[in-house]
């Protein structure tokens, strides 16, 4: 088994091993864009941002009906807390995908790439 | 209580469900932070007893369910990497869920998913009454991804993974779990119509019909839990150190490496695990 396990860490695997870090952190990322609020469950993007940010330029930010991922009306009483919600996770996400991207980036061997 | 964690575990000679479930349940309670209850044998129980885990389980657990062991005749080759070994495999009084559960609203899971993040804790107030898992996630993605991982059958459903079902417990879902049972006992029958393979007797394929049924016959848009990201049992857990799960994934014959942190998995080569126990039960403190 170590000898195998030595052999999957040439670098003529690197490529393999990459596109598997990238896809695992992508979907651990997409997981922490997904947000359940009120019985429904949203998904935060840009679309969802830049229209709550538009509802509340627009003086729309109390009892607010927003569609969720199945197209379901989710009633969000106060937008404003809402946007400081979805913002804040929104930013801690995309920033520890740009760190995390970084590292594997950075890490020029398998066995490198294993420690991201 | 109001929600919790719900794992099954009946060991057979191969594998020691109850070994893992006490893994599993720590680190579902570390990263969930809701209470695990076990249900189990009376056999196991006993093995539990021999073996002395049955202290840490009392410890681990909320709490532990004896309830009769199912009399499957299920055999199935449980993989190691390269290697198989044959064992029976008692899994199929799931349905029995929706009675023994002490919770509200449940999540049951798989002994061998390891939840190792906060990801399912926002499911538990999702406006449904039933969240099934309905994808196979596999380490490498779709190229390694068959069509009976997707399927019941060439021509049938698609499949829903029991690996992980959140639940309410109320009139809906105690119809959903007697259809589970109801596909079981006519398992032969249901594989005639829905044109599956009914040697082995698969939770998952009975979940999926039944949702079926349940939803009218057809597909429809309604929430699910997250897929199940999954890491077969041609792969092994090669090392867990620094918080990381380390792999050696089969992949067209040849070994690649990968590593998973901070992120649930579905380890289904449960030797691997075993091998790993204590590292991973460090993990869990």
Redesign the interface.
Known sequence: ?QE??K???DFS?YR??F???R??LK??ID?KL???Y????FKIDRELLNFVEMLIYKDRSENVVILDV???PILVENLVDFREEIFDRYFSATFEYHEEYQKIKKARS?EK???? | MDKGIVLFAHNNRQIDYAKMSILTAKLANKNLKVPVSLITDPSTVSWMKESKTFSIAAEVFHKIIITERPEDNNMRNFGDGKSYSAAPFSNGNRFNVWDLTPYKRTLLIDTDFLILSDNLNKYWDVDSDLLISPRYNDIIGEDRTGYLDTHISETGLEMYWATTVMFTKNEYTKTFFDLVDHVKQKYKMFSDVYRFNPIIYRNDIAFSIAKHIMNGYQQIDEYDLPDVFSVTDKDVLYEVENNTLKFLINYKDSNIAASVKDKDVHVMNKFSIIRNYDKLMELAE
């Open positions: 088994m195998e396990f052999k999957a860490l695997n393999q091993t596109a598997i870090q896809k695992t979907e651990k997981a997904t947000y359940g009120n019985g429904g469950i199945n197209e379901n398998v790439l294993l420690e991201v």
